[in-house]
DNA sequence: CTGAAAGCGCTTACAG
DNA sequence: CTGAAAGCGCTTACAG
């Protein structure tokens, strides 16, 4: 049997209350009844039952994260920085990979809203509609990850995904490519793509180039996947000197392909990812791509998480943009146009 | 206010005990008052707390993992494996990053006690004699991840250290090699440290080769760590034709050093790692490593966890020996001896 | 400064 | 088949 409040209270020889107020360092306790309740803790081996103070206070000091799948280095970044920043102001996260499926998410927030967290943080590629009202009617606080809302009632913490790959094909343009790959998501829709496609078709606009949904290729991302989407780019026959793919992942499958496809990378073909994950620097060649602070926008999302579970805490809805930044390596070459 | 128990028995006009039963789904119930109940539910919209239901029952249904860093892949495979395994069984996971710190390893362990956790995996390299005794004292259920628990009181999923290092190093030396450095840990002692350094020992033994603690370099466990660790080496002058690295991370590091410092990987040094992280067959040179099947041990481990959170459990306690796996890749050569 | 008592939202013997 | 009531282990007004 755990020992309890009351088999302290007992020891100590004063009302539960009183244990109760030395465990929550409430100052009103003398001095001297305080040691005692203190030494019967240490006694006892008294540890206070989280459980029932949530209940009673209504508040739990857990945070639910709902994320795709933390086996994605992208945000396996985040969840830690998320994790280390509750661990500042004594929080705790249940983690819940959600694989992209709306069934699984719905009930994983179910979950979380049951278990009464005080906030949840949704990281995602896009939000749906249903998703966005079950969200925004959540009795815990809300903050999204990688993502927006657009009703105004969520913060969020995300780039600019339109502004990153605007910069980036701008850059490859600019090294004289001008025949481009895209190995996206096999995922039509959604707002992160949606987003970057814009940002492509910019930068393919203002150089006249033609942007070709034939040219668009969709596949699992990852490393099998970019492999694949390479493979089929090849075989097809279609001119291309640059691939664009969604993530670094991809990108490394897809240099690998190409190689034992007897490619050089850069030289034939120049090949991006995005996000930078933590060894894109260490592959040879190294992997040319966009850079998030992963770790940020999780550290920020729960601080903002945070903000909003504490009485007089900002309140305040707001998108908040952190910076990217285009890392050109050893994936792609200049080419003479 | 978020709708409780007895709002429902108020719109269905039964008593709260009668929403319990077919909320918990307990056959007793009249089908109609069963109906009438289940249209109060959806009418209010209304989600059981299971923070209450925790409290009553004295269960939480939700697990705790102590990992060191959820950032290095090797610990997020166990986490995901532990993961899946909890949805399956309708359990949660709270996730506490140790970064191999005794002192957030109490802190983490007295606050996921103090969350009523069911359960509890520790994930490690080492079980000092003072963790060991608190996880044992705990109340709450623990399992042991990568490490083996000496006590005969605790279960633990893990590879054999000792035959994974023997078998990688009999390899290699059967390809000629006899000159070897080991890149290792900064921590000098614990559990997986000296089981690998015995099989290592062995294979030297049998072998006539003379292990010198010498060769022994230590840094930190990451692309970095091993980077400065082969420039170390390969400054220092002594003479080495193989590295076996403590894990992946480390070998790849080295691998880069060796190749910006001149060195032809494999030709002039034949590199291995450890674990088989994720990427080790996508680098150039595919990286040479023991395979450690890290989804299943996290898996396995909870499943273990689970059943002894159940009544009618299995409670042996035993140590689950999974299957490593030696892979000869392209970071390694045979020589002329 | 301290304690008695109500109450957080559930579950579950017990009685009917 | 259903309900009244006790109790899970805390916190916190309220009274003294």
């Given at each position: 049997m755990r020992v309890k409040i009351v088999d302290v209270a007992r020891e100590a020889n004063v009302s539960v209350a009183t244990v109760s107020r030395v465990v929550n360092n409430i100052p009103l306790v003398n001095e001297e009844t305080k040691e005692r309740v203190l030494e019967a803790i240490k006694k006892t081996g008294y540890k206070p039952n989280a459980i029932a103070r949530s209940l009673k206070i209504?508040?739990?000091n857990t945070m639910g994260i709902m994320i795709p799948?933390?086996?994605?280095p992208y945000y396996t970044e985040i969840v830690r920085g998320a994790e280390d920043v509750c661990g500042i102001y004594h929080y705790n996260i249940i983690l819940s990979n959600t694989d992209f499926d709306p069934e699984k998410e719905k009930k994983s927030l179910n979950v979380l809203v049951e278990k009464q967290c005080d906030g949840i943080i949704y990281v995602g590629k896009d939000l749906s509609a249903e998703m966005q009202a079950e969200l925004i009617d959540a009795p815990s606080e809300v903050v999204l990850g990688c993502i927006p809302d657009d009703s105004g009632f969520l913060s969020g913490v995300l780039i600019n995904n339109e502004a990153a790959a605007y910069e980036l094909a701008t850059e490859l343009i600019k090294m004289g490519h001008k025949k481009f790959m895209l190995f996206f998501d096999e995922l039509e829709e959604g707002y992160i793509y949606q987003e970057r496609k814009k940002g492509f078709i910019k930068a393919f606009d203002e150089n006249n180039i033609q942007f070709d949904d034939s040219r668009i290729l969709r596949e699992k991302l990852s490393l099998s996947g970019g492999y694949s989407m390479m493979e089929e780019a090849i075989n097809s026959g279609v001119d291309f000197t640059c691939v664009f793919c969604f993530n670094d992942q991809t990108a490394l499958g897809a240099i690998r392909c190409a190689e034992e496809m007897g490619k050089k990378i850069p030289e034939d073909i120049s090949i991006c990812g995005f996000?930078?994950?933590?060894i894109a620097e260490w592959t040879r060649p190294q992997i040319t791509t966009v850079a998030q602070p992963m770790y940020d926008i999780g550290a920020i999302a729960m601080r903002m998480l945070i903000k909003l579970c504490e009485?007089?805490?900002?309140r305040t809805v707001k998108n908040v943009y952190v910076p990217h930044e285009v890392h050109i390596r050893g994936s792609v070459a200049k080419i003479d146009s």
């Open positions: 209504q508040k739990t799948d933390i086996t994605n996000n930078n994950f933590w009485k007089d805490g900002d």
